[in-house]
């Protein structure tokens, strides 16, 4: 097995965040579906407060646009125009009008 590249150790490094920034949660959810999705990250923004910062990464595809809050490390190791892989969680089915 040949090791990842820096883009692929990237994208595993953002699959795992998602796994972790969605999974945490008080009532366990039942996913009803998930897909992995191609991003470029379109934008960069730190927010200061009082005790801490807060980091988020925009990323778009030509139809949609999604922020995620990271940690500082990803922050740091992603710049704008980096494609990365993101995996979608699905937790409710959409309701049939």
């Given at each position: ?33 998930t ?37 500082q ?25």
């Amino acid at each position: 097995m040949k090791p990842l590249n820096q883009n692929s150790m990237k994208q595993f490094i953002l699959i795992i965040l998602t796994f972790i920034l969605f999974g945490c949660s008080k009532e366990p959810k039942q996913v009803y579906d998930t897909e992995i999705k191609t991003y470029r990250i379109s934008h960069k923004e730190e927010e200061h407060h009082k005790l801490s910062n807060a980091y988020y990464i925009h990323f778009q595809t030509p139809t949609s646009t999604e922020r995620a809050e990271v940690s500082q490390s990803n922050y740091n190791k992603y710049k704008v125009g980096d494609t990365i892989q993101v995996l979608i969680k699905y937790w409710e089915k959409p309701k049939k009008k």
